[in-house]
């Protein structure tokens, strides 16, 4: 892992872009962190492969550094500025025209989504190992963010030990299926007129958890309209969790 910048932020969080083979990534930490007082991570992922720059998810990892967290985001493979090929860039075409007409998009989605979660879980777990050997940061790890990515890695990476997942209404099959493996403590975040979640979907999901503590928060609003307190109340969360 090699960082090419740092910078100290005004709320005390201190924000490093690294290059990890071919994986560009920020990592953001309290200022306290040290090799004598380590804390926590998470990491943090964007739906659908958006990039780690997207000031919602910068936002909320700022917010959970200055809380005490270290929070890592990456752009892993067809995510952010990463390399797409023809065939990602024609599904993701597809998939945006298909919402915005109001078709049928569910088998748009299994080619675009189903692939793109492939391709992110090893550069997700290759940048846990390197992260949790460097100074300041421990155990143990917790995911927030895009579902059907956080659904995959909740059940292979044994080192997740809480999770926060948002929306869920379109998943694909492969990570509905795994959702009854995910035992670890789940929070999930629901936007009730979400247009592009089915709500009734992101219902049957959070159902078919195998989590034996799991909490679903609800609130009125389309997809970009969760409020501001969700975010605290994700760090608290996680602070019942991973402190």
């Known amino acids: 892992m090699h960082f090419t910048s740092e910078q100290r932020l005004d709320d005390g969080v201190i924000e490093r872009e690294f290059i990890l083979g071919e994986i560009p990534g920020?990592?953001?930490?309290?200022?306290?962190a040290s090799a004598s007082a380590p804390v926590p991570l998470i990491l943090?992922?964007?739906?659908?492969?958006?990039?780690?720059?997207?000031?919602?998810?910068?936002?909320?990892a700022r917010l959970s550094a200055a809380s005490g967290y270290a929070v890592a985001s990456?752009?892993?493979?067809g995510c952010g500025?990463?390399?797409?090929?023809?065939?990602?860039e024609q599904a993701r075409a597809d998939l945006r025209r298909a919402m915005q007409t109001g078709e049928q998009v569910d088998e748009i989605f299994e080619s675009f989504v189903g692939p793109l979660v492939e391709k992110a879980v090893p550069d997700w777990r290759t940048t846990l190992d390197a992260l949790l050997e460097l100074p300041g940061i421990g155990g143990p790890v917790?995911?927030?963010?895009?579902?059907?990515?956080?659904?995959r890695l909740a059940v292979v990476e044994p080192r997740i030990a809480a999770a926060g997942f948002f929306a869920g209404g379109y998943v694909p099959h492969a990570q509905r299926e795994e959702?009854?493996?995910?035992?670890?403590?789940?929070?999930?975040l629901l936007q009730w007129?979400?247009?592009?979640?089915?709500r009734q979907r992101a219902l049957d999901l959070f159902d078919a958890f195998g989590s034996k503590e799991k909490t679903l928060h609800a609130n009125l609003g389309g997809h970009l309209g969760t409020p501001?307190?969700?975010?605290?109340?994700?760090?608290?969360?996680?602070?019942?969790h991973l402190k």
Request: hydrophobic content about 35%; proline content about 8%.
């Open 142 to 151: 917790g995911y927030s963010g895009w579902t059907a990515l956080g659904i």
């Open 74 to 77: 990456i752009d892993a493979a």
């Open 44 to 60: 943090m992922a964007h739906n659908n492969g958006l990039p780690k720059a997207q000031p919602r998810l910068v936002a909320r």
């Open 26 to 32: 920020t990592l953001w930490t309290p200022g306290s």
């Open 81 to 88: 500025d990463r390399p797409r090929s023809a065939a990602d």
């Open 179 to 188: 959702a009854r493996q995910v035992t670890v403590p789940l929070l999930l």
């Open 193 to 198: 007129d979400d247009e592009g979640n089915p």
């Open 228 to 240: 501001w307190f969700e975010r605290e109340d994700g760090d608290r969360f996680f602070g019942r």
